[in-house]
């Protein structure tokens, strides 16, 4: 086979859809002979660049999606560059949802655990956290008033489910990211029960730490482990 037939056939799109060939082989699972896989009037690459399941019929997000059944939508499968067609990817026993959820490379068969971080956009009130690079999800929060957040790097150096503030309130599921001054932690909570600024997510209002809604601060502690990076900016 001479040069130039190789790369005619690594450009090659048989169905005429956009996507070529190896890409639809290796990475979309889609059908190389069909421009419309689920058959739904919508071609796969017009579906795949929108952010529609090229699977399902129907106006189905790749995030909705679960090809494989795997655990991991379709949506992150691609960002984590997984098989969309095989629940376990590298073949260790475990499925690519599982990997994930406890922090495993899903393309490696050794126990290799991926990198954390924490980021903190305060502009928009926003906290992302990533696994290898990829985001898995954003919250809203309630960072300092007065620009009293400080910015940078640093690593979340002390877990308590439930902390104590010198502003007489309790802190459920605090992170501490400089010593035990400043924190992530779910709304504060009076002694009797009553939560503060239930109103106030998305509005700078703290005395410096982030606050994250109940259910969003819980996830978050149950992710991040000692040592996790958190990037504020």
Not at 162 to 182: I, Q, T, V
Not at 204 to 216: A, K, M, Q
Request: hydrophobic share 30%; charged share 25%; with cysteine.
């Amino acid at each position: 086979m001479s040069f130039n037939t190789v790369i005619a056939s690594s450009l090659l799109d048989s169905d005429k859809d956009g996507i070529l060939d190896r890409d639809e082989l290796d990475i979309y699972k889609t059908d190389i002979n069909n421009h419309d896989t689920d058959n739904d009037g919508y071609s796969d690459w017009l579906e795949l660049n929108n952010g529609y399941s090229p699977f399902k019929a129907g106006n189905i997000k790749l995030e909705e999606s679960d090809y494989d059944n795997d655990g991991l939508t379709d949506k992150m499968e691609l960002d984590f560059h997984t098989d969309l067609s095989n629940t376990d990817t590298d073949g260790d026993g475990f499925s690519d949802g599982v990997e994930i959820e406890n922090g495993y490379d899903p393309l490696n068969s050794a126990p290799v655990k991926l990198s954390k971080r924490i980021e903190v956009d305060l502009s928009n009130q926003e906290l992302h956290y990533f696994l290898g690079g990829v985001r898995l999800n954003k919250f809203i929060i309630s960072s300092g008033i007065n620009n009293s957040t400080p910015k940078g790097f640093f690593r979340i150096d002390e877990k308590q489910k439930k902390a104590w503030s010198s502003f007489g309130l309790w802190m459920p599921f605090w992170m501490s990211f400089l010593n035990g001054y400043y924190g992530i932690h779910e709304l504060p909570e009076w002694p009797d029960g009553r939560k503060e600024g239930e109103n106030h997510l998305g509005l700078p209002v703290s005395h410096g730490c982030i606050r994250l809604g109940s259910e969003n601060a819980e996830i978050l502690y149950n992710w991040a482990e000692k040592g996790t990076l958190v990037y504020i900016y």
